[in-house]
């Protein structure tokens, strides 16, 4: 490993006499079947942005990718205990691999919200915004429902937007001519569902709902301070009560 590192020092200090400022070492370890079979290990040594070489398990050796390279990927793959840490590096990625595939979900679901905007400049009278976000992998459909069928005009989405952190976005909006009774919902298919989730646009029974909802807590609240309001009154005004004959009998009584 130290050897290893020192041959990696090695061909930063030959390049940056060159007149190179930046180099740096990638390496990332590739799978995708679960039982971790699959892993690549693909190590890159790059200066200035440029490729010095790389190392691929699947070709098991170090190619270099310009011609002044090419001595130092021979001595490493003719080096026996470059190619043993490399042997190591491999079993750690599956490993990795491994745990990754028992305690990552392979795919996230998306949080779905169903909204409507103003939709000025449209001679349609709606506009209907469904967005999902925060899911992986990219692969999403969204489509719109009318009463269970699918309506294709007036529809425009975007395109699945990186959230950065492998999760992504998307948006995708509907103008439509709303009709008395019709039911409009979006229709959200992913990986991570096992059937198609149908997201419903609440018309009017829900917002009657949330409005007697709203309306019987105004309501209460308004009695609590109104039976409140009263009772600091009876005590105000039985207080008031008191004091005034006191004070009117003296001087009425007196001279
Ligand atoms: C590694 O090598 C394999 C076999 O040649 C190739 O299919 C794969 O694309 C290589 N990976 C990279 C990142 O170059
Ligand atoms: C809706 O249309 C899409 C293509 O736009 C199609 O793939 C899908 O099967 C259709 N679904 C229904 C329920 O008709």
Not at 104 to 131: G, M, N, T
Request: charged share 20%.
């Amino acid at each position: 490993m130290w050897t290893q590192r020192l041959i990696f020092l090695e061909l930063l200090l030959v390049f940056s006499s060159e007149g190179a400022f930046y180099g740096y070492y990638l390496g990332r370890c590739q799978f995708n079947s679960p039982d971790s079979n699959d892993v690549v290990l693909v190590e890159q040594l790059y200066f200035n942005k440029i490729l010095l070489g790389q190392y691929n398990s699947t070709l098991g050796k170090v190619v270099a990718f310009i011609e002044k390279a090419e001595a130092y990927a021979d001595m490493l793959n003719k080096m026996p205990r470059f190619q043993a840490h490399q042997i190591w590096k491999i079993n750690r990625c599956k490993t990795g691999a491994q745990l990754a595939n028992e305690n990552l979900p392979a795919a996230v679901e998306p949080y779905v919200w169903l909204r409507s905007v103003k939709a000025e400049y449209s001679q349609h009278q709606q506009k209907l915004v469904c967005s999902a976000y925060d899911f992986y992998p990219k692969k999403i459909r969204v489509t719109w429902l009318k009463d269970g069928k699918n309506i294709t005009s007036g529809v425009t989405s975007t395109d699945e937007l990186p959230n950065g952190h492998w999760l992504y976005q998307i948006h995708s909006y509907l103008e439509f001519t709303p009709k008395p009774g019709e039911k409009i919902a979006c229709m959200v298919d992913h990986a991570s569902l096992k059937e198609p989730k149908l997201y419903d646009l609440e018309p009017e029974p829900d917002s009657g709902k949330h409005k007697m909802v709203v309306g019987s807590a105004g309501l209460l609240l308004g009695l609590l301070f109104s039976v409140m309001g009263f009772i600091f009154f009876k005590k105000k005004s039985i207080a008031e009560r008191v004091r005034v004959p006191t004070s009117e009998e003296i001087p009425e009584n007196n001279p």
